[in-house]
């Protein structure tokens, strides 16, 4: 497609369940990177794929979070056992690379749990 | 560790007139880069320009250019002839390798 495209636009919760959020980079692009947006801590870096590379999972918040990338384009970022602190905008990137490469975003999910 | 300050929450301009987004930021490397992201309603995203930081001239995109004072390490945004559809939040954000950094944003708001 044109550009980074998510599902769902956004999803509503119970506390506890286990949510699955899904990006599909820009074609040809091989870094893609999950932030997360909240009020409380703004604009957070979570993890990022470049290429067959490990990920850089530095800025996963618990080892509730995980995320993968499969046959290096769509990833899904899997939240497990939600929380109500888990309710935020979920944006994913891609770039052509990853070393200082303009990231494009996309439109983003919308976490809420109840 | 790096940081991006964004010290304005809300700034307001009328439609036409000249605006200014005040960004600050502290690093220790001497190669980065620097961008301006707009956010509108719609959530996404979207680059407004870019400056790398070994490049002395300030970087422009129509109505939209940076002061770039890397010394100071300032990167503000001016937006000229403002349009009723530049009203959103403004993020600056910061790279050295990979991961953006970015600031808690400033609200624009454009009045008719």
């Known amino acids: 497609g044109a550009g980074v495209s998510q599902s769902p636009s956004n999803k509503v919760t119970e506390k506890g369940k286990d949510v699955e959020l899904r990006c599909d980079p820009i074609s040809g692009h091989t870094a893609l990177y999950w932030y997360r947006q909240s009020l409380g801590q703004g604009l957070e870096f979570l993890i990022y794929f470049q290429g067959n590379s490990a990920p850089d999972k530095s800025g996963l918040p618990s080892d509730r979070f995980s995320a993968e990338r499969t046959g290096g384009s769509v990833s899904t970022l899997t939240i497990q056992r939600t929380q109500q602190e888990d309710s935020a905008v979920y944006l994913c990137a891609s770039s052509r690379d990853s070393f200082r490469e303009t990231q494009y975003f996309g439109p983003g999910t919308r976490l809420l749990v109840l | 560790a790096q940081t991006v300050t964004q010290s304005q929450p809300e700034m307001s301009v009328q439609e036409a007139e000249t605006v200014t987004l005040s960004c600050t930021y502290d690093?220790?490397?001497?190669?980065?880069?620097l961008f301006w992201y707009k956010q509108p309603p719609s959530r996404q995203m979207i680059l407004v320009i870019r400056q790398e930081a070994y490049k002395q001239q300030n970087a422009t995109e129509n109505r939209f250019s940076v002061n770039f004072q890397k010394a100071a390490k300032s990167f503000s945004l001016k937006i000229s002839d403002s349009q009723l559809g530049d009203a959103a939040m403004y993020f600056c954000a910061y790279i050295n390798t990979d991961k953006l950094i970015f600031g808690t944003g400033t609200r624009l708001q454009v009045f008719p």
């Open positions: 690093t220790s490397e001497s190669d980065y880069y």
